[in-house]
């Protein structure tokens, strides 16, 4: 399997895991909510004043002990890597990893944990506010639980539950298929679920945020090591990999299959301006949000061994 295809399907994965993990969180909460207050009959505000840690913890114990074992995956980004340089006539030394690669690797694990950690943190504040002030309004138990529910997983409206479900169907067949065509059509239909069926998840909630993040998490750290192993063994060029599909941003589009140097990457990026384009860095943040595309390491002798 290619590095991309793995990250493709760590992405996929690590995303169904966090829709998952949050679905666990909602309902343990609740369960421990209607176990601690009898059924809500013992509600009240001292009650919500010292439920906050029992909240924490369960955050931590489920959503973030699932992160963690997320990030432990991005090993499988630098073996990968690793595969395709130790084809390389480069320097022995740079086809595998010394003591400060390993630092480097563990550095960039404990940040991407970190944006986990700051999701967690803020909806923590966000849960146990909630239980706070309801016991303090005297808002509904079952309200309560209801708000609960859509800070952690969102509320659907107006959803087409038949079409949502084909383009599931659809993607979970193909989304390993070998043909460029149908994996052109499955990134459109996950475009169509993140985009279409995306905004029928109202408000602001843990699985929009931390779903996200997983996303872009694994592409930064992807960036990040490719760079950094490039600048090692003095690669100089680099190349703009990824699939074009209709919601491709513009500079995706325009940079897709070029080479250029470091600073020709930068001045592109920073030149250029369009819809969804976050961050400073084009290495790092390449398209923006949700962005699959990435700058891979060029020399044009290597051609052949690199789209081996």
């Known amino acids: ?17 966090i829709i998952g993990v949050l679905k666990t969180l909602e309902d343990n909460i609740r369960d421990e909510l209607t176990t601690l207050t009898n059924g809500g009959s013992n509600f009240n505000t001292k009650f919500a004043i010292s439920y906050r840690p029992k909240i924490k913890t369960l955050i931590q114990g489920v959503f973030l002990k699932e992160a963690n074992a997320i990030i ?10 690793q595969k395709v340089v130790k084809k390389l006539p480069i320097d022995n030394k740079f086809k595998t990893l010394q003591k400060i690669d390993l630092e480097v690797i563990t550095q960039l694990k404990f ?81 169509t679920l993140a985009g279409k069926y995306g905004s029928d998840i109202l408000g602001e909630n843990m699985r929009k945020y931390a779903g996200l993040y997983a996303h872009d998490s694994l592409m ?24 074009r599909i209709d919601t491709t941003r513009n500079f995706c589009a325009r940079t897709m299959g070029r080479i250029l140097t470091e600073q020709q990457a930068r001045d592109l990026w920073q030149n250029r301006r369009w819809k969804g384009k976050s961050g400073n860095d084009p290495f790092i943040d390449r398209g923006g949000y949700r962005c699959r595309h990435s700058f891979t390491i060029y020399n044009p002798e290597w051609e052949n061994i690199l789209e081996e």
């Not at 490719?226 to 060029?237: E, H, L, S, T």
């Open 111 to 191: 940040l991407s944990f970190a944006g986990f950690q700051d999701i967690a943190n803020r909806f923590l504040d966000t849960i146990a506010n909630e239980v706070y002030q309801s016991a303090l309004i005297g808002r509904s138990f079952n309200e309560m639980v209801k708000n609960i529910a859509g800070q952690i997983n969102g509320v659907y409206q107006r959803s087409n539950e038949n079409a949502i479900n084909r383009l599931v169907g659809f993607i979970e067949k193909n989304r390993y298929s070998d043909n460029k065509n149908i994996l052109k059509r499955v990134a459109l239909a996950k475009s």
């Open 1 to 17: 399997m290619s590095k991309q295809a793995i990250i493709n399907k760590l992405i996929d994965t690590h995303e169904e895991r």
């Open 220 to 243: 930064k750290f992807d960036g990040q090591f490719v760079k950094y192993k490039a600048d090692q063994a003095g690669i100089k060029q680099f190349k703009y990999a990824g699939t």
């Open 72 to 81: 432990k995956e991005y090993d499988q980004i630098v073996i990968a890597y």
